[in-house]
Antibody
Framework: QVQLVQSGAEVKKPGASVKVSCKTS????????ISWVRQAPGQGLEWMGWISGYNDDTHYPQRLQGRVTVTTNISTGTAYMELRSLRSDDTAVYYC????????????????WGQGTPVTVS | DIQMTQSPSSLSASVGDRVTITCRAS??????LNWYQQKPGKAPKLLIF???SLPSGVPRRFTGSGSGTDFTLTISSLQPEDFATYYCQQSYGSPQTFGPGTKVDVK
């Protein structure tokens, strides 16, 4: 079965960086993308970025451009999300999700999700 | 950015009730609209994609409809496991955006 297993909780100081991993299994990594979504405490969902497992194309929301980087290791089927210059309002649970969009501009559908990684900035 | 709104923001219902949640986009998004269900402390789960398509494994009591700017999610007969928060999401424009959520709780 499809699984996405994320790394554990993190506590960081303001100004630091965090890197969250997402280890996938049960499907062909290069046939899907990976998107990252975060959820601040008691709040809604915010898309943070996407990477193609097929060709490593990436796409980020403008408001996070320059602070977030999404990468993959195809040999291990693992995706990574790094967020820099952390602020208190980056405190959130960070999710990776398997995305049916494999090329830029395709319809994003998050059909399987990781368990979430809490990141606290304090 | 395309803004997504949902109504109501919360509702109270009983098992067996028919529940309808609406989602509106600030501009036309064709049918690039997904619905997710989230339970407390858990990751969201895909319920409907492409406005009206049901992923395998999702019960048929969930239906989605709409196109353009107005969409609905209907639960035909609410079950105990359906008490949760529901989010719509558009991926027609960048950035992809979610609605603020609709919490369905016990009446």
């Amino acid at each position: 079965q499809v699984q996405l297993v994320q790394s554990g909780a993190e506590v960081k100081k303001p100004g630091a960086s965090v890197k969250v991993s997402c280890k996938t299994s049960g499907y062909t990594f290069t046939s899907y993308g990976i998107s990252w979504v975060r959820q601040a405490p008691g709040q809604g969902l915010e898309w943070m970025g996407w990477i193609s497992g097929y060709n490593d194309d990436t796409h980020y929301p403008q408001r996070l451009q320059g602070r977030v980087t999404v990468t993959t290791n195809i040999s291990t089927g693992t995706a990574y999300m790094e967020l820099r210059s952390l602020r208190s309002d980056d405190t959130a649970v960070y999710y990776c999700a398997r995305d049916r969009a494999i090329r830029l501009g395709e319809f994003a559908i998050y059909d399987n999700w990781g368990q979430g990684t809490p990141v606290t900035v304090s | 950015d395309i803004q997504m709104t949902q109504s109501p923001s919360s509702l109270s219902a009983s098992v067996g009730d028919r529940v309808t949640i609406t989602c509106r986009a600030s501009q036309g998004i064709l049918n690039y609209l997904n619905w997710y269900q989230q339970k407390p402390g858990k990751a969201p789960k895909l319920l409907i994609f492409g406005a009206s398509s049901l992923p395998s494994g999702v019960p048929r009591r969930f239906t989605g409809s709409g196109s353009g700017t107005d969409f609905t999610l209907t639960i035909s007969s609410l079950q105990p496991e359906d008490f949760a928060t529901y989010y719509c999401q558009q991926s027609y424009g960048s950035p992809q955006t979610f609605g603020p959520g609709t919490k369905v709780d016990v009446k």
